[in-house]
């Protein structure tokens, strides 16, 4: 089992910059992805990053160049370093992890950002 907690959502104007972290109950050095998903209301989950054990990321082609995907080990914790914020980025953000072929969702953050 991996319990993921999400942190740092919140309301940010249109330009700024917002970082989201995910606190993992399991130490993530042998997780094998973790990533970041978003929902915006009436909208599917999509992905916006991940990243793997051996630090290779991939990024939604919406947020290329402006959101950033790292991982801290030795704090558990993956971060999502967000800029250049659009009011088209609004939704939940789920943190997410696969790990022995089970996908782990964490509760969501909410990001809006207002124009």
């Known amino acids: 089992q991996v319990q993921l907690v999400e942190s740092g959502g919140g309301l940010v104007q249109a330009g700024g910059s917002r970082r989201l972290s995910c606190a993992s109950s399991?130490?993530?050095?042998?997780?094998?992805?973790m990533g970041w998903y978003r929902q915006a209301p009436g909208t599917q989950r999509e992905l916006v990053a991940r990243?793997?054990?051996?630090?290779?990321?991939n990024y939604a082609d919406s947020v290329k160049d402006r959101f950033t995907i790292f991982r801290d080990n030795a704090k558990n914790t993956v971060y999502l370093q967000m800029t250049s914020l659009k009011p088209e980025d609004t939704a939940v953000y789920y943190c997410?992890?696969?790990?022995?072929?089970?996908?782990?969702w964490g509760q969501g953050t909410q990001v809006t950002v207002s124009s």
């Open positions: 997410n992890a696969e790990d022995l072929n089970v996908r782990y």
């Open positions: 399991k130490s993530i050095f042998s997780i094998h992805v």
């Open positions: 990243i793997t054990g051996d630090g290779i990321s």
